[in-house]
């Protein structure tokens, strides 16, 4: 579909595929909803665009995908993919302010600063839909089903302790804060994954994660837990 205020995402895409894997494309627009209509019908699809090769309908992107072998994500996959890029920028950005703040990306307060970055970054992800992150919460975390107001309070501490830590601020309210949560969300995910042996999605990215429960977030609430203790025995070097 090329139409005046709309053009096919998923075409633009399916043009380059076939592109770049050596076809050659002859390519037909569909430039009124009267077209795109007529066209749905006479091939009975629901979508555009459609993929034929020699003659024989592939069908639409995804489909495309298949055809040439290429992994195509299944609604309700399951995926480490939000997390892994969460905690990739965490790095870098620490690296970052490192050079900027010491002049080397090195220097021991990095992981300071990664583990910081890496709260405010996944507390931004829950606070996105916050009632989305709350009902999947709940599935799991042992303080959040005794008193349902800390799925709600959950993001909000945990993106403060993060702000607090990132600034070397108020360490008497962050580290405590953070030790707090970190503690308790370790010590719900290993009850539910590791006694339990439940099989559910981990709410550490959001109420719409296909991030299975597990490792993850108990190495979320572990460097939480980490970095609170380390954060409060500072108070008293």
């Not at 790095?91 to 990306?105: N, R």
């Not at 999947?136 to 349902?148: E, G, H, Q």
């Not at 945990?158 to 030790?179: H, I, K, N």
Request: with cysteine; proline share 4%.
């Amino acid at each position: 579909m090329v139409m005046e205020k709309h053009v096919c995402p998923y075409g633009l895409k399916a043009l380059d595929l076939l592109k770049r894997e050596g076809f050659a494309v002859e390519d037909h627009w569909l430039t009124t909803r009267a077209q795109t209509d007529a066209f749905k019908a006479e091939n009975g699809v629901k979508t555009t665009p459609q993929v034929f090769v020699d003659g024989e309908r592939i069908g639409g992107y995804d489909d495309t995908r298949r055809f040439l072998g290429k992994a195509v994500a299944e609604p309700g996959d399951t995926t480490y993919t939000p997390v892994i890029a969460i905690f990739a920028m965490s790095a870098l950005m620490a690296l970052a302010i490192s050079y900027a703040a010491l002049g080397t990306p090195f220097a021991p307060r990095a992981v300071e600063w990664f583990i910081a970055v890496a709260m405010c970054l996944l507390a931004l992800q829950k606070l996105q839909d916050v009632e989305s992150f709350s009902t999947m919460f709940l599935n799991y975390d042992l303080l959040a089903r005794r008193w349902v107001p800390y799925s709600y309070v959950y993001p909000f501490a945990e993106g403060l302790a993060g702000v607090l830590m990132l600034a070397g601020a108020f360490t008497v309210l962050s580290a405590p804060l953070a030790l707090v949560i970190g503690t308790v969300g370790a010590v719900s995910v290993f009850k539910a994954v590791y006694i339990d042996r439940r099989e559910l999605k981990c709410a550490c990215v959001g109420g719409a994660s296909n991030v299975p429960l597990g490792f993850v977030s108990l190495t979320e609430n572990l460097m939480m837990v980490a970095m609170g203790l380390w954060m409060g025995a500072r108070l008293f070097l």
